[in-house]
């Protein structure tokens, strides 16, 4: 008698059980509908947006879709399984819509490299540019959607070349990103002993100065475009060592020297987003500009007075040579807000009447470092 009342619960565990991996698998098909439903909408969307010249990427819609599904949540699922699963609807919503180009400074590897694949969640078409002057002119001709560029590090300062390519180029800043820099010394054979000469940008080597000076300050230097472009040189000499991303060591198949051999930890380069298009605002974004004075006392006072009577919050000034005049010189300068708000707005008018020209090279979000 217990055995048939053993064997019964079996067949009726048996029935339950298939009976809700049934149920899954309806859920299973209705998911799969309603994601193809969504991605055929979001093609559309793209349709829309091409036509009105809109940009793909809106990273505040993005972000507000998110939260407001974090509101209608009530589990069992997670916070970041909801983050996870609808990330990667989201970014194939934004690839069926229209596949971006993206141009960064090369060989791959490189930390603009880096950059351009944390941005953009590595979705989109990355393509090898030999120079910064590449990526902006392939941003103008509209070759590439957009370009990823390095603008300042937190060592060594600003980025002379990027700031200048502002003037010679009509490109639209979209957005910013931070990232952190740590330098390895690789080689083939990964020792000491066999390293002659030593390869990288030049910032990365002066971000390495006092090391270098320690451990190999018998060796020869040599500045290369960039840090992937050492390793590649270093991949073809066993007597050469590059300053590169531990990323450049796999891709290149080097060995480390050493490793973290930056003279000062916490290094971040500050990227910047090129493109086309101006996003919307968010309500926390950052407005930049460049403008020329005359060589005159008192003209960058004057200049930047306006910013300060709106009580705006001035992020960052940069000065450069303007190139086409002795002693006259082009400012860099970063304010909080958007270009479409009207103290923004406002400000930049009263600062193009104390300046000899003025151009906006965008508003864009105020970078959010987002957990891993």
């Given at each position: 008698?217990?055995?048939?009342?053993?064997?019964?619960?079996?067949?009726?565990?048996?029935?339950?059980?298939?009976?809700?991996?049934d149920?899954?698998?309806?859920?299973?098909?209705?998911?799969?509908?309603?994601?193809?439903?969504?991605?055929?909408?979001?093609?559309?969307v793209?349709?829309?947006?091409?036509?009105k010249?809109?940009?793909?990427?809106?990273?505040?819609?993005?972000?507000?879709?998110?939260?407001k599904?974090?509101?209608?949540?009530?589990?069992?699922?997670?916070e970041?399984?909801?983050?996870?699963?609808?990330?990667?609807?989201i970014?194939?919503?934004?690839d069926?819509?229209?596949?971006?180009?993206?141009?960064?400074?090369?060989?791959?590897?490189?930390?603009?490299?880096?950059?351009?694949?944390?941005?953009?969640?590595?979705?989109?078409?990355?393509?090898?540019?030999?120079?910064?002057?590449?990526?902006?002119?392939?941003?103008?001709?509209?070759?590439?959607?957009?370009?990823v560029?390095?603008?300042?590090?937190?060592?060594?300062?600003?980025?002379?070349?990027?700031?200048?390519?502002?003037?010679?180029?009509?490109?639209?800043?979209?957005?910013?990103?931070?990232?952190?820099?740590?330098?390895?010394?690789?080689?083939?054979?990964?020792?000491?002993?066999?390293?002659?000469?030593?390869?990288?940008h030049?910032?990365?080597?002066?971000?390495?100065?006092?090391?270098?000076?320690k451990?190999?300050?018998h060796?020869?230097?040599?500045?290369?475009?960039s840090?992937?472009?050492?390793?590649?040189?270093?991949s073809?000499?066993?007597?050469?060592a590059?300053?590169?991303?531990?990323?450049?060591?796999?891709?290149?198949?080097?060995?480390?020297?050493?490793?973290?051999i930056?003279?000062?930890?916490?290094?971040i380069?500050?990227?910047?987003?090129i493109?086309?298009?101006?996003?919307?605002?968010?309500?926390?974004?950052?407005?930049?500009?460049?403008?020329?004075?005359?060589?005159?006392?008192?003209?960058?006072?004057?200049?930047?007075?306006?910013?300060?009577?709106?009580?705006?919050?001035?992020?960052?000034?940069?000065?450069?040579?303007?190139?086409?005049?002795?002693?006259?010189?082009?400012?860099?300068?970063?304010?909080?807000?958007?270009?479409?708000?009207?103290?923004?707005?406002?400000?930049?008018?009263e600062?193009?009447?104390?300046?000899?020209s003025?151009?906006?090279?965008?508003?864009?979000?105020?970078?959010?470092?987002?957990?891993?």
């Amino acid at each position: 008698m217990k055995t048939v009342y053993i064997t019964m619960m079996k067949k009726e565990s048996e029935k339950d059980l298939k009976g809700l991996r049934d149920q899954i698998d309806s859920i299973d098909a209705d998911i799969l509908n309603l994601i193809n439903q969504r991605l055929k909408i979001g093609q559309k969307v793209g349709e829309i947006k091409k036509e009105k010249g809109g940009q793909i990427l809106d990273r505040s819609r993005e972000r507000k879709v998110i939260e407001k599904l974090s509101e209608l949540n009530q589990g069992p699922a997670d916070e970041e399984v909801l983050k996870y699963i609808f990330n990667v609807i989201i970014t194939a919503t934004r690839d069926i819509q229209k596949p971006k180009t993206i141009s960064f400074l090369g060989p791959e590897a490189s930390y603009t490299h880096i950059a351009a694949l944390a941005h953009f969640k590595h979705s989109g078409k990355f393509v090898e540019q030999s120079n910064l002057y590449e990526i902006f002119r392939e941003v103008e001709k509209k070759e590439s959607h957009f370009g990823v560029v390095p603008v300042e590090n937190s060592i060594e300062g600003a980025v002379n070349h990027t700031l200048d390519l502002f003037a010679d180029f009509d490109v639209h800043v979209c957005a910013e990103h931070y990232e952190p820099v740590s330098h390895d010394l690789l080689s083939i054979t990964g020792e000491p002993n066999d390293v002659e000469k030593i390869y990288s940008h030049p910032q990365a080597l002066a971000q390495c100065k006092a090391w270098i000076k320690k451990k190999f300050g018998h060796v020869d230097l040599f500045e290369t475009s960039s840090t992937s472009k050492a390793a590649l040189l270093a991949s073809e000499d066993k007597t050469i060592a590059a300053i590169a991303s531990k990323q450049a060591a796999h891709l290149y198949e080097l060995q480390t020297v050493e490793s973290k051999i930056e003279d000062y930890s916490g290094n971040i380069t500050r990227f910047l987003v090129i493109g086309k298009n101006i996003p919307e605002p968010t309500g926390k974004d950052k407005t930049s500009i460049m403008f020329a004075t005359s060589h005159v006392p008192g003209a960058l006072f004057k200049t930047l007075a306006p910013v300060n009577k709106a009580g705006l919050n001035m992020l960052k000034l940069e000065s450069r040579p303007t190139r086409h005049h002795d002693w006259s010189y082009y400012f860099f300068l970063d304010i909080a807000g958007h270009q479409q708000d009207k103290i923004v707005a406002h400000t930049i008018e009263e600062i193009k009447k104390y300046s000899l020209s003025l151009k906006i090279l965008g508003s864009y979000p105020v970078y959010v470092k987002e957990d891993a």
